[in-house]
């Protein structure tokens, strides 16, 4: 257990230092693939319907965040 809570520490750690090195084009060209890839996800799988007590928890949820 100790050993992959050091390797996946290690692997944030190299990631983190990989992600330091980039230059900002490759981080921007990254956002816009994703942002593609979200859209064809989008296309592909419709917007899921929403039933009474889903509407119910987002309402309540909804009054939490502060007004404008």
């Known amino acids: 257990m100790a ?3 050091l390797y996946l520490i290690f692997v944030r750690l ?3 230092l990989v992600l330091l090195g980039r230059s900002s084009t490759t981080k921007d060209v990254e ?6 890839e979200i859209a ?3 296309r592909t799988n419709p917007r899921p319907r929403l039933h ?3 509407r119910a928890v987002l309402a309540a949820l909804m009054r939490r965040f502060p007004g404008h």
């Open 40 to 42: 064809v996800l989008r």
């Open 14 to 16: 190299v990631d983190w």
């Open 31 to 36: 956002l816009l693939v994703l942002q593609h």
């Open 3 to 5: 050993f992959r809570l």
């Open 52 to 54: 009474w007590a889903d």
